[in-house]
């Protein structure tokens, strides 16, 4: 049998290497194009094309939001079970945050840890050098565009929940009594939005609006923000105007929700309402 034909377990061997190849390629940069795919597998273009091709036909690899993407197909990101474990959030968001050419702020992602939202990652565009929160920086759920987004997005169960453990803890004197009512309103005027905002609260002298990022099961997983209105967007802000700071905003949220196995097809900007594994 000649060498380099289908048959031939040294080359199956070599074509599931380069497929494997581009799945990391795609869970490391997030949605990407053909060119950035081939360059980070060292591979021709050509045959990088024709690899994805292969690849969007078992389902592993869907394309992407704009016209030319690619991301992890669902096929693919569900494997495993809990898939979250091994898809790198900060990986993916860094890289979308970086594609964001023509803003001028900070681009920041939150994640909650018990009953605080933190800073995993922070990029700066543009010459702004407000004194936007470094990796680290944390705020209690109950303050902030991230905070607000990280609590409305939960699940019933998972709601209740959080808000019975932050009452709990937190010393809120006089407050207590009414966090529940508080958090309930500003939730369903988050999901309605889709979004949330502060000013002043993530970052000092600026308006800050944050977006939900969702997993593969439909649970929010983070919070994508952008910090560089001005304090005097806010009316236009909470009015829900076609601001293109907010549309690009939500973009961003939606192409790392995508690149960790989201699909928006079945529910528009929303979460899924499964039960906890």
């Given at each position: 049998?000649?060498?380099?034909?289908?048959?031939?377990?040294?080359?199956?061997?070599?074509?599931?290497?380069?497929?494997?190849?581009?799945?990391?390629?795609?869970?490391?940069?997030?949605?990407?194009?053909?060119?950035?795919?081939?360059?980070?597998?060292?591979?021709?273009?050509s045959s990088t094309y024709?690899?994805?091709?292969?690849?969007?036909?078992?389902?592993?690899?869907?394309?992407?939001?704009?016209?030319?993407?690619?991301?992890?197909?669902?096929?693919?990101?569900?494997?495993?079970?809990?898939?979250?474990?091994?898809?790198?959030?900060?990986?993916?968001?860094?890289?979308?945050?970086?594609?964001?050419?023509?803003?001028?702020?900070?681009?920041?992602?939150f994640v909650r840890y018990?009953?605080?939202?933190?800073?995993?990652?922070?990029?700066?565009?543009?010459?702004?050098?407000?004194?936007?929160?470094?990796?680290?920086?944390?705020?209690?759920?109950?303050?902030?565009?991230?905070?607000?987004?990280?609590?409305?997005?939960?699940?019933?169960?998972?709601?209740?929940?959080?808000?019975?453990?932050?009452?709990?803890?937190?010393?809120?004197?006089g407050l207590l009594s009414?966090?529940?009512?508080?958090?309930?309103?500003?939730?369903?005027?988050?999901?309605?939005?889709?979004?949330?905002?502060?000013?002043?609260?993530?970052?000092?002298?600026?308006?800050?609006?944050?977006?939900?990022?969702?997993?593969?099961?439909?649970?929010?997983?983070?919070?994508?923000?952008?910090?560089?209105?001005?304090?005097?967007?806010?009316?236009?802000?909470?009015?829900?105007?076609?601001?293109?700071?907010?549309?690009?905003?939500?973009?961003?949220?939606?192409?790392?929700?995508?690149?960790?196995?989201?699909?928006?097809?079945?529910?528009?900007?929303?979460?899924?309402?499964?039960?906890?594994?």
């Amino acid at each position: 049998m000649r060498r380099g034909t289908r048959s031939d377990p040294g080359h199956s061997v070599g074509t599931l290497t380069k497929a494997k190849a581009v799945l990391d390629a795609l869970k490391q940069l997030g949605p990407s194009r053909i060119s950035e795919i081939s360059a980070y597998v060292h591979e021709p273009a050509s045959s990088t094309y024709r690899l994805l091709s292969n690849l969007v036909t078992l389902g592993w690899v869907d394309h992407g939001l704009h016209r030319g993407e690619y991301r992890l197909g669902i096929a693919c990101v569900r494997i495993g079970g809990r898939i979250e474990a091994r898809l790198d959030v900060q990986a993916i968001a860094r890289h979308v945050f970086k594609r964001q050419e023509g803003s001028n702020g900070s681009w920041s992602l939150f994640v909650r840890y018990n009953v605080r939202s933190v800073c995993v990652q922070m990029t700066f565009l543009g010459q702004s050098r407000l004194r936007s929160p470094q990796i680290g920086y944390s705020l209690p759920i109950s303050l902030g565009a991230p905070s607000d987004v990280l609590l409305a997005f939960l699940d019933q169960s998972r709601f209740e929940r959080l808000i019975e453990h932050y009452r709990y803890n937190a010393d809120m004197g006089g407050l207590l009594s009414t966090f529940r009512e508080r958090s309930v309103q500003m939730a369903e005027k988050v999901t309605k939005r889709g979004y949330a905002y502060d000013v002043d609260q993530t970052v000092p002298g600026a308006l800050t609006i944050a977006a939900p990022i969702f997993d593969h099961s439909g649970h929010i997983r983070a919070a994508a923000c952008y910090s560089g209105l001005s304090r005097t967007n806010k009316a236009l802000v909470e009015s829900g105007a076609d601001l293109c700071e907010v549309n690009r905003l939500r973009q961003a949220a939606r192409q790392i929700s995508q690149g960790l196995g989201y699909s928006f097809d079945a529910r528009e900007g929303r979460f899924d309402s499964e039960s906890e594994q």
